[in-house]
């Protein structure tokens, strides 16, 4: 079973930018998806991102425009560039893939945006 490594969290000022990796310890060519998702306190865990093996990328509505998100199969790597943040994206981010059989989630990484 795959295991998720993130990095590149911190803290920002609002306007900033961060990118966020994750890595896996299984070979990306063999996950169909990798995803970022999010949890701010005291609300739920939501999908920020997500991407294919294919190529098809979904991103939330209130991330559009400003985050993309990205995977390097030969370095079994998936980034998140997060930019011009707000004080409404501080929160935990966390790494996931999921497929048949399996669900497996980062230790999850800290964004704080300061204003």
């Known amino acids: 079973q795959a295991q998720l490594v993130e990095s590149g969290g911190g803290l920002v000022q609002a306007g900033g930018s961060l990118r966020l990796s994750c890595t896996s310890s299984e070979n990306m060519f063999e996950l169909n998806v990798m995803a970022w998702y999010r949890q701010a306190p005291g609300k739920q865990r939501e999908l920020v991102a997500s991407?294919?093996?294919?190529?098809?990328?979904n991103y939330a509505d209130s991330v559009k425009g400003r985050f993309t998100i990205s995977r390097n199969n030969v370095k079994n790597t998936v980034y998140l560039q997060v930019n011009s943040l707000k004080p409404e994206d501080t929160a935990v981010y966390y790494c996931?893939?999921?497929?048949?059989?399996?669900?497996?989630w980062g230790q999850g990484i800290q964004v704080i945006v300061s204003s």
């Open positions: 996931n893939t999921a497929g048949r059989g399996y669900d497996v």
């Open positions: 991407v294919f093996i294919g190529g098809q990328i």
